[in-house]
Structure formats: structure tokens, C-alpha cells
């Protein structure tokens, strides 16, 4: 393979590599508060953080498509002692009512 075909290879996989995130990316968004555009990363990190610690996400992915209210189970959790603040509390909300998993 001669130079000059290996230099146009990389550069059409670097000028192509912005076009295969975007597909990977969640649909935009509106009126999502603290959640940017359909991003829901800080949702998934403040359940990281806070309720894996007693038991799994798949036990959060139960629910939602259980359909389970999960404001209501949020509340419970807070009882039990998952302090969260109302950032937190606005990014879950949102998550939970957004979420593809919930039918």
C-alpha cells in the first residue's frame, strides 16, 4: 500500500468518526431542565451513585418497564435514606418520564 493511499485512508476514518457518534447519540430533547438534549448521563451517574448502592440498575429497569410509578418509589428510597438534592431530584424526575425502557 503506497503512502499516499494509507494518509487518504486515516483521514476519511478521522473525518468519518464524528458522523458514527452522532448516530449513537440520543434524540434531542426540549424542556429538559438540568438533562441536556436527551443526554440522560447525569441521570445514569446519579444512579450509579446513589441507588446501586443497595441493590442493582437492573432492578430500576424493572420497574420502568413495569411502569411502575417511580416518583412514588423515589420517595420511598429518600425514606430509606438515598439523600438526594433538588438537582438530583429534577434530572431523576425527568429520566423517569423520558425513559425509552417505560411503556
Excluded at 438540568?34 to 445514569?44: I, P
Excluded at 432492578?59 to 412514588?72: F, G, P, Q, V, W
Amino acid at each position: 500500500m503506497k503512502l499516499s493511499q494509507a494518509l487518504s485512508y486515516v483521514i476519511t476514518l478521522v473525518l468519518a468518526a464524528p458522523l458514527w457518534a452522532s448516530q449513537d447519540a440520543p434524540p434531542p430533547g426540549s424542556n429538559l431542565g438540568n438533562v441536556v438534549g436527551g443526554d440522560f448521563k447525569k441521570a445514569h451517574a446519579i444512579i450509579q451513585a446513589k441507588c446501586t448502592l443497595c441493590h442493582t440498575d437492573k432492578r430500576i429497569d424493572a420497574a420502568l418497564s413495569a411502569n411502575k410509578d417511580m416518583a412514588e418509589i423515589q420517595r420511598e428510597m429518600e425514606r430509606r435514606g438515598a439523600g438526594l438534592n433538588a438537582n438530583e431530584w429534577e434530572v431523576l424526575g425527568i429520566y423517569w418520564k423520558q425513559n425509552p425502557l417505560k411503556k
